[in-house]
Each structure stands twice: as structure tokens, then as C-alpha cells.
């Protein structure tokens, strides 16, 4: 289990490097954490403890379901931000700026 629990962050390697190796993520919606995650785990707000807890407690007693969560991280963080989607997606932006 990863949890990233920030106040404040950029966009948040280490969640895609966690999700990459079928670790499903908690994070606070921060960032781009939120967006990192999508459905392949769980965002709550920052400075919400409570919610935090809640969710590591249900990841540490619903086996079944964390198993499909890691499948799912781990598909999400290929598809969308391995080297060659990450290498398009920014010579698109700069194909874009320099029309």
C-alpha cells in the first residue's frame, strides 16, 4: 500500500512509480495526485486524517478487492504514463506550440 499524504505537492512520481510496480495508492488530492490515481485507488482531501485512516484501515482488511486495485494501478500506470506515452504527450505539446 502507498500513501501519500501531502498538503502540498507537484505531480507525484512516486505514486505512478508505486502504482507502476501494482501497489495501489491513497492520496490527498493534491496536485496531480488525484488525477494519477483515478479509479486504481482513493483520494481524500488533504488535512483529513479521519478519512486517511479509513481508507488504509478498509485496504488492510478487503484482500479481495486491493487485489483488483493493484491490477488496475498497475494497468493505469502503463497505459498512461510509461516513457513512450510521456515522451508523446510532451513533443505534442511542442509540436502544438511551435503551429
Known sequence: LFVLSSASEGFPLSTIEAMACGTPAIVTNVG???EAVGTCGFV???YNPK???EK??????HNEELEKLRQCARERAVKM????????KFKNVY???VS
Open 51 to 53: 478519512a486517511l485512516g
Open 56 to 61: 488504509i484501515t478498509w485496504c488492510l482488511t
Open 95 to 97: 509540436i502544438n506550440l
Open 44 to 46: 481524500v482531501e488533504p
Open 32 to 34: 496531480g495526485a488525484g
Open 81 to 88: 504514463f510509461s516513457l513512450d506515452k510521456v515522451v508523446q
